[in-house]
């Protein structure tokens, strides 16, 4: 810290000053700190950068020397060590002078401040030094440190910060002094790459919490960390118990939820109304309603895009409710929709396919199209079209590589902004009228981009047209896993074959949710599957694990956690522990305030490896995620080479992971990047 000019002050001033300064002096001796509770009048100096503690009694020599403790390191053998390994015996050792006979108690402690297991037995001081042994610890731990205290002379050492596995530079980290000029001792020095060890100055951990809102009831995920059972508001209940016997219900449920985490889920029995009223019908010129004569003469209307009526029941069905749940108490934070409804050529050729019978004759859903055209409320869905004849959407594939190829996507964006629109008018605002702060999504609405080119799974290139949507104040977007024509037929753009293997899955997922990401600055929150899952091909290896290691990276807002205890293979506590260990460990090394992605673009389509970062907590953090093998050099610039790469990280060093062996953390200084070149 730079020194001002001081004016002449008044003597007992600079005295004062002087004395505050030699106090300071002591605390500042690399790499620990000493404390002295005694009370006494007599002033403590330290003696070349030693430690030592006498007192100064006017140079009595019959005077007793106290006790001073100088330093602390760890030891195995005769090898002083820089690194802790898993299950080695070690030492710790406290050196001093004067302190022979002193009994001194160790204590170990994890980074995060809790104790270690198996602590050393307490010991005495012999020869200058006193030395106790401790078993290191197996398990997800990033560092320790340890404690000793003399406990006769109220005085404590406090050793090295150690890392379990790897190397720490501690030197700015622990010297009680603002290297960086931050107004900080300590807090994110050079070097200071881990929080967890930096409270000594009271300085705050800026910890946030990454969480998952689950589709199972507590009984699945009862006490696992992380993770929030969201209460489903279902239709059916309201209709056959009333909304004020609901309502108390849902209060229970929300109530046992965490403060600023009560969760509630709407499906489509409570919305389904939306677009399934009978007075929603397609009409002609004369107001007449329009519809198919089935094979055994009965006559089935056609249902409408306008959903007038089912709009406006679903929002009286849901603003009664929540008024209702709110004059109760009631309290809600987020609102997970999963409605799955729409207007797009997906689901108007469903829809045909289910009552207009268009399996048995196709002509039968070519009417079903033209009588939405013809209905005289078309004209204002016309006015943003660019291309005026339906059957552009209804028979897609015949116009391939011609003009109109893509027309579909275009109306299929415009239904999608429609629908956002319905859903804002009949659920979220009703919803937010009476919560404010209400966060709300909708399952898969979300944004695209040409800039970031990702079509869906399918293979649809999705971003020809528009820029997509998203209903309440998220996006969202489902990584389950599972196959498509993406990796068939319609390749992603520039590829000429992506085969549907492990990493491409993996790969594929990472791009959608950095499309999503970086298309828009509205937050998202992405559905994911239980690990389980039968339909996903990262059901039996780590690259489930590396999909969600990634997705956090990508400023992600909270996850969707699909775990059905019902599928044909459940989701059972062990998957719902691994999701709460991986969520766990984002907050460790990046749950920061102020973090920010470094991602900034797609990952290209062929490269055998995958690389996400994040600025969180002073220093950047990385997650390298490789296909195939790799080779580690931790050499002077921590290097990996797959096949066709290397990535160099000056100055970064591995934090290593137990809960996937297809990738690494690597952490980094806030002023330096990685190289990345083709071999």
């Not at 709300?440 to 999705?462: A, C, K, Q, T």
């Not at 998202?524 to 239980?530: D, G, K, M, Q, Y």
């Not at 766990?584 to 389509?605: A, P, Q, R």
């Amino acid at each position: 810290m730079k020194r001002g000019h001081v004016p002449v002050p008044v003597a007992f001033f600079v005295l004062g000053l002087v004395v505050i300064a030699l106090i300071l002096a002591a605390f500042v001796i690399v790499p620990r700190y000493i404390e002295d509770s005694k009370n006494n009048t007599n002033s403590t100096t330290s003696s070349g950068g030693s430690g030592q503690m006498q007192q100064d009694n006017n140079n009595d020599e019959t005077q007793e020397i106290e006790c001073g403790l100088t330093n602390a390191y760890w030891k195995k053998g005769p090898q002083t060590l820089g690194v802790l390994h898993e299950n080695d015996e070690v030492e710790l050792v406290l050196l001093g002078e004067n302190c022979t006979g002193k009994e001194v108690t160790f204590t170990v402690l994890r980074n995060t401040g809790e104790e270690a297991s198996g602590q050393p037995d307490k010991t005495i001081f012999n020869s200058g030094q006193a030395v106790s042994s401790w078993t290191v610890e197996s398990g997800e731990v990033f560092g320790y440190y340890f404690k000793a205290q003399v406990e006769e002379d109220s005085l404590t050492f406090i050793g090295p910060l150690m890392g379990l596995n790897f190397v720490m530079n501690l030197t700015q980290c622990e010297d009680n002094i603002d290297n960086d000029n931050d107004g900080l001792p300590d807090w994110l020095d050079p070097g200071c790459f881990y929080s967890d060890n930096l409270q000594e100055q009271g300085e705050s951990e800026f910890s946030e919490e990454f969480v998952a809102y689950s589709w199972s009831d507590h009984a699945l995920t009862e006490g696992i960390e992380n993770i929030v059972p969201f209460y489903w508001l279902r239709g059916n209940n309201i209709g056959a118990f009333g909304s004020n016997q609901v309502a108390q219900e849902a209060k229970e449920a929300t109530d046992a939820m965490p403060q600023g985490e009560k969760a509630i889920f709407i499906w489509n029995d409570l919305a389904r109304d939306i677009n399934t009223n009978d007075l929603d019908v397609v009409i002609n010129s004369q107001g007449e309603t329009q519809g198919h004569t089935t094979q055994g003469g009965n006559f089935v209307p056609y249902r409408d895009v306008w959903w007038e009526n089912g709009r406006a029941d679903v929002k009286n069905q849901i603003n009664s409710f929540f008024e209702e749940y709110k004059q109760i108490g009631g309290e809600v934070d987020v609102i997970i929709l999963d409605v799955e409804v729409g207007m797009s050529n997906w689901a108007l050729n469903n829809i045909a396919n289910t009552k207009y019978e268009s399996s048995l004759d196709d002509q039968n859903r070519i009417d079903y199209y033209l009588a939405i055209q013809n209905d005289p409320r078309y004209s204002e869905i016309q006015q943003e079209l660019s291309f005026s004849d339906i059957l552009y959407v209804a028979n897609y594939l015949d116009f391939r590589n011609t003009a109109h190829e893509y027309d579909y996507l275009e109306w299929n964006e415009l239904m999608y902004d429609r629908l956002s629109e319905f859903y804002k008018e009949s659920i979220y605002n009703p919803i937010k009228s009476n919560y404010p702060s209400i966060r709300l999504n909708e399952y898969n609405h979300h944004y695209w981009s040409d800039d970031f080119p990702v079509p869906d799974r399918n293979g649809h290139p999705i971003y020809l047209r528009g820029d997509g949507t998203h209903t309440g104040t998220y996006q969202t977007r489902a990584i389950y896993g599972q196959g498509g024509n993406v990796y068939g037929g319609r390749p992603p753009e520039g590829v000429d074959d992506y085969p549907y293997t492990k990493f491409n899955s993996f790969r594929y997922h990472v791009n959608q949710i950095r499309s999503v990401a970086l298309s828009s600055d509205v937050p998202f929150a992405p559905w994911i599957s239980h690990k389980g899952w039968q339909d996903s091909i990262l059901r039996d290896n780590d690259y489930y694990q590396e999909l969600i290691y990634h997705t956090v990276l990508t400023n992600l807002g909270y996850f969707l956690y699909w775990n059905p205890p019902n599928a044909i293979i459940p989701a059972d506590q062990e998957d719902d522990q691994l999701v709460s260990n991986l969520l766990k460990k984002s907050d460790k090394l990046i749950g920061y305030s102020g973090k920010n992605t470094l991602v900034s673009d797609i990952s290209e389509w062929t490269d055998d490896y995958v690389l996400s970062g994040m600025e969180s907590g002073g220093r950047k953090v990385w997650r390298l995620t490789f296909e195939g093998d790799i080779n580690v050099d931790e050499g002077e610039d921590l290097t990996f080479s797959t096949n066709d790469f290397e990535i160099a990280f000056p100055e970064g060093v591995i934090y290593e992971s137990q809960y996937s062996s297809q990738g690494y953390w690597v952490i980094q200084p806030l002023d330096k990047s990685p190289i990345i070149s083709e071999i």
